[in-house]
């Protein structure tokens, strides 16, 4: 039986979290990019961001590829 699929991140916009999720698949960590709008978008003037969701047994490494992902974005920033 596969692992529940757990929310790791959310990123701000939909092209972040493809990056963060090829980021993952170099890891060898299947990652799922959730585009379901939520039903919030559109009540607010705030997109409520794109979920990145890996298997439970991954949570921990993907975690650590994120924060790793988001310090190199805030360098070259």
Do not use: C, H, W
């Not at 170099?26 to 039903?39: G, K, R």
């Not at 409520?48 to 992902?69: H, L, N, S």
């Amino acid at each position: 039986m596969s692992d529940a699929m757990i929310t790791i991140y959310t990123a701000p916009d939909f092209a972040e979290a493809q990056m963060i999720r090829e980021a993952l698949a170099e890891a060898d960590i299947e990652a799922f990019v959730d585009q379901t709008p939520s039903p919030l978008d559109g009540l607010n003037a705030m997109n409520q961001g794109t979920p990145v969701m890996v298997e439970e047994k991954d949570v921990e490494a993907a975690q650590r590829i994120v924060a790793e992902f988001l310090a190199e974005q805030e360098e070259q920033a």
